[in-house]
């Protein structure tokens, strides 16, 4: 496999970057993960663009122009013989001091690892996921801006250890007022009397690409949505539950804080929308 370091394509061996590089030390920088289907990237404008915003609201240069970046992503693809697959773009401040200050950092770091994704088991989408409330709450935005993709995944990080040492493989964040935020990866939705619901960016939650995909796939399967704030009891008796995200696509979620959803099984609902959500992806994106 051949990854993309600053300028050339090298070995997986050989990609390695500075111990000073301030997204090292720091977790100073920005991220995408982006999928392949079928020799085509999916939406990979709103991905450039996301990276690009996150990359301005941390006053963070990037390092090439959306042109370059959208032609190395595909060259990343084609070098690896790949047409299937998942890419992780990552933009960091580059290498500088020990100091926080991000003078004197640069130029800009840029890795793309395009590589096979390992998807998620396929009980997870038949069965549902079970998920749980944990303690460590989402970043509100005025710690950090939610929209922005960062480097820094500490509390997501340790909300999944959370879920996970209490045995489900997902964990629901709330934000410091109580309201629902998202899962620690992943958006998070509900149907409650036939109108799909998201909490709004502004309580936490990333602008997922999937999330955007989602909300524009309900209004044409003639589903009403709405972005408003839930608590962890708008939840609980909900009709359905489900979340989404890039590698994710469209998950079911069948028990939130052992409360079952509707009837415990995936809802007739989640299932159209993850069906047209197979069906978009293979026919729209850009061709490597
Ligand atoms: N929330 C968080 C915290 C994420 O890291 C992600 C991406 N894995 C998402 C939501 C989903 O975003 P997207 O659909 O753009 O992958």
């Known amino acids: ?114 590589d096979t994704i390992e998807l998620f088991p396929a009980r997870y989408y038949e069965e549902g996921l079970k998920i749980v409330t944990v303690p460590t709450r989402r970043l509100g935005p005025a710690a950090l801006p939610p929209m922005v993709k960062s480097l820094n995944y500490l509390n997501n990080i340790l909300a999944k250890i959370e879920a996970q040492s209490l045995g489900y493989q997902e964990a629901l964040m709330l934000n410091e007022q109580g309201y629902v935020a998202e899962c620690s990866g992943d958006n998070v939705f509900i149907i409650q009397g036939g109108i799909l619901v998201t909490p709004p960016t502004a309580a936490g939650s990333l602008r997922g690409i999937t999330r955007d995909v989602i909300l524009e796939l309900a209004v044409e399967l003639g589903i009403p949505v709405e972005k408003k704030d839930l608590t962890r009891y708008d939840i609980w008796i909900a009709d359905e539950c489900f979340v989404s995200g890039t590698a994710a696509e469209v998950v079911p979620v069948v028990e939130v804080d052992s409360r079952k959803i509707g009837d415990g099984q995936p809802g007739a609902q989640t299932r159209r929308l993850l069906a047209k959500f197979k069906d978009l992806v293979s026919v729209g994106g850009t061709r490597i």
């Open 1 to 114: 496999m051949k990854v993309y370091l600053n300028g050339a394509f090298v070995e997986k061996e050989d990609a390695k970057v500075s111990v000073f590089d301030h997204g090292f030390l720091y977790g100073d920088g920005v991220f995408e993960g982006i999928r392949l289907y079928g020799g085509s990237v999916f939406k990979l404008e709103e991905h450039l663009i996301r990276l690009e915003q996150s990359a301005k609201a941390l006053l963070l240069q990037m390092p090439v122009s959306r042109d370059e970046m959208r032609e190395l992503v595909c060259e990343s693809c084609r070098v690896n013989g790949l047409t299937d697959g998942y890419i992780r773009l990552i933009v960091t401040r580059g290498v500088g001091s020990l100091g926080l200050s991000p003078k004197g950092c640069g130029p800009s770091g840029l890795v793309i690892i395009a």
